[in-house]
């Protein structure tokens, strides 16, 4: 089983649709977990922390359930600037920054 | 602030050649990343220092990959002899310090080609 899986999709909405994308990972010891965005042949960058009591930034929400170990990202009213790959990406190195990055989930915004 | 600086962009070379990347980390980062994405996967670890420490090079194909930061500073990676599966973006990354934010500031990647 791989560490962290994610659906590669790609996911093609609508401009304005809600669209959610889930993770899941293997090693239940993992401490922290993020969203990451990596536009078309462009370095990824970090889009959000996930918190245990699940945060929002805009129109976008993460959710993490450590009991059943995914996490989640939804993306409300959807633009086409939104297009990319999010990439999921899991901490699992004890104090340090051991991060294990997910295939990526592709989202497409068509008009 | 500069951001983190990679060199070359691009590389084609041939299979069993040599090739060296370079990277210079946000200034007063001391933890350094080199990743591996080939097409259509995620960035896979390859190593990680901490100053001019490894940390973390359990992922790196020893018999041909090399990594050395030896100031502390900037880092190269070396692939010899490079393998057609080796085609694939370099991407360097750095972060202040080891810790437990999972903000990493990627360059722009060297993108290789193995012929």
């Known amino acids: 089983r791989k560490e962290v899986e994610q659906d590669p999709g790609p996911f093609n909405v609508p401009e304005g649709a809600t669209v959610a994308f889930n993770c899941t990972y293997s090693?239940?010891?993992?401490?922290?977990f993020f969203w990451y965005r990596q536009d078309c042949r462009k370095e990824p960058k970090l889009l959000m922390s996930?918190?245990?009591s699940g945060n929002e930034d805009g129109r976008f929400t993460a959710q993490l359930n450590r009991a059943s170990q995914y996490i989640s990202l939804l993306i409300r009213d959807s633009k086409l600037s939104d297009s990319a790959t999010y990439l999921c990406?899991?901490?699992?190195?004890?104090?340090?920054?051991?991060?294990?990055f997910g295939t990526g989930t592709q989202l497409k915004v068509e008009l | 602030e500069a951001g983190v600086a990679q060199s070359p962009r691009y590389k084609i070379i041939e299979k069993r050649q040599s090739v060296a990347f370079w990277c210079n980390p946000i200034?007063?980062?001391?933890?350094l990343y080199w990743y591996q994405q080939i097409l259509g996967q995620g960035p896979k670890l390859l190593i990680q220092f901490q100053n001019n420490g490894v940390v973390d090079d359990s992922q790196l194909p020893k018999d041909r990959f090399s990594a050395e930061r030896l100031k502390g500073v900037d880092s190269t990676l070396k692939i010899q002899p490079a393998k057609l599966e080796d085609s694939a973006v370099y991407l360097c990354?750095?972060?202040?310090?080891?810790?437990?934010?999972?903000?990493?500031?990627f360059g722009e990647g060297s993108r290789l080609t193995v012929l």
């Open positions: 090693n239940s010891a993992s401490q922290s």
């Open positions: 990354a750095s972060s202040l310090r080891q810790q437990n934010t999972g903000e990493l500031f």
């Open positions: 200034s007063g980062h001391a933890t």
């Open positions: 990406v899991v901490n699992t190195g004890g104090g340090g920054n051991k991060l294990t």
């Open positions: 996930v918190y245990s």
